[in-house]
């Protein structure tokens, strides 16, 4: 273990001299470019993040500083990408109605959220982005971490399930049973 000790110092003290030498310019290169300064705290401390992270290509000395601002570019370019898709959301967000009349009655109301509770929360999840929070499916791609192949898939067998669970409660099945059959009962 005291072999590990050694190494393990000295890229701690690396880092360290590294942060000291090159937190203020990084401080006043996010200064320059974003308005908010807890966003610039955030920028820095990301930056530095990849720096611990990648410390064995930081390289030493006076040519440490170029290569963090090139970090501190990607992670402001990163940070913009979240920002416009936080305001495009937002702004889908301030287009939909407050409130949405609804001419379903209680009964099928009740029914409808008795399948919703049988559904998976794997199902439940994805329906409800696409559905309530109006995420196409690349946008659900990103919020669940997979591929858009797989959240199409996961959508498609989610709808499924769901219209099975619909079809299977007795009094929602019997008057959509009888509209299909042309109302004669």
């Known amino acids: 273990m005291t072999q590990n000790s050694p190494p393990d110092d000295d890229?701690?003290?690396r880092f360290e001299r590294i942060f000291s030498d090159c937190y203020d310019p990084l401080v006043a290169y996010h200064l320059r470019r974003v308005a908010n300064r807890g966003d610039v705290d955030d920028l820095v401390a990301e930056t530095f993040?990849?720096?611990w992270?990648?410390?064995?290509d930081v390289p030493a000395g006076s040519e440490a500083l170029p290569w963090l601002y090139a970090v501190a570019r990607n992670t402001l370019a990163n940070h913009r990408r979240r920002e416009d898709r936080r305001t495009a959301l937002t702004e889908q967000l301030r287009a939909v109605p407050r409130s949405q009349p609804s001419s379903t009655s209680p009964e099928a109301t009740a029914l409808t959220a008795a399948a919703w509770n049988e559904l998976p929360d794997r199902d439940r999840e994805v329906l409800?982005?696409?559905?309530?929070?109006g995420l196409d499916v690349d946008q659900v791609a990103v919020a669940l971490n997979c591929s858009r192949n797989a959240v199409r898939i996961r959508l498609h067998r989610a709808r499924r399930r769901?219209?099975?669970?619909?079809r299977s409660e007795p009094a929602l099945a019997t008057p959509l049973g009888a509209a299909h059959e042309g109302g004669s009962a």
Request: net charge positive; no cysteine; glycine share 0%.
């Open 49 to 51: 993040l990849v720096a």
């Open 11 to 13: 890229r701690l003290q």
């Open 162 to 166: 769901f219209e099975r669970l619909l």
């Open 128 to 133: 409800a982005l696409i559905a309530w929070e």
């Open 53 to 56: 992270r990648r410390l064995d």
